[in-house]
């Protein structure tokens, strides 16, 4: 196994993100404008449609669970995964903690805002998640200074971003004119490390496509 990996797993089981907890918000119909975003990220291929993304039958909610989206099995739904190692690329190691992992390589670009969007709950690492360039799923952090980022999910559903964003910040994944909504403030960027295949430090599961 590459030396590198273990090295990054065996920092991730030490991690503790801050303020990852909280439920969510559900929303159907279009979401309200945010200010122009300055900062996009993802793009960087298409590996092909990963299948339809969960959608919402409309209403909000704050149940930590609502509709009991996060009551389903350990699924890669997309069928596909991640195989080129350590190779450089904005389509490596979907669902992996990407901050944590990137701190430990020389070369590798730091980011502030880093995660993985998924159709269903529990899928495991390397698989790739929602293509976000069919339909186009957004990111948006909006951070302490009320300044909004726009972050475009890529083809196997990683986004990304190296600005400097103003904790504690509030994170919303748009679709299709659907919404799905962080109702906590949040404070650590590294999105992987809590929204793991099962869930950590309060989070239920993966982030998912509303």
């Known amino acids: 196994m590459d030396g590198r990996f273990l090295l990054c797993a065996s920092i991730l089981a030490g991690v503790v993100a801050a303020a990852c907890g909280g439920s969510e918000t559900t929303t159907g119909g279009s979401s309200p404008p945010t200010s122009p975003s300055s900062d996009a990220a993802g793009g960087g291929g298409d590996p092909g449609d990963p299948g339809d993304p969960a959608t919402s039958d ?3 909610t704050t149940d930590p669970d609502p509709g009991g989206i996060y009551d389903t099995p350990v699924a890669c739904t997309s069928n596909t995964t991640w195989k080129s190692g350590d190779h450089g690329s904005q389509l490596m190691h979907p669902g992996r903690a990407c901050i944590t992992c990137h701190k430990t390589q020389r070369n590798a670009p730091s980011f502030s805002i880093a995660g993985t969007v998924f159709p269903s709950a529990h899928e495991p690492d390397d698989c790739n998640g929602t293509n976000g360039t069919k339909p186009a799923v957004t990111v948006t952090i ?6 909004t980022y726009d972050l475009q999910v890529n083809g196997v559903g990683n986004f990304y971003s190296q600005a400097s964003i103003a904790t504690p910040f509030h994170a919303k994944v748009t679709s299709n004119g659907q919404t ?6 949040q404070t650590s960027g590294d999105c992987n490390s809590c929204h793991t295949e099962a869930g950590a430090n309060g989070a239920p599961g993966r982030i998912m496509a509303p």
Do not use: I
């Open 180 to 185: 799905r909504e962080m109702t906590a403030a």
């Open 58 to 60: 409309g209403g909000s």
């Open 142 to 147: 909006t951070d302490a200074n009320g300044k």
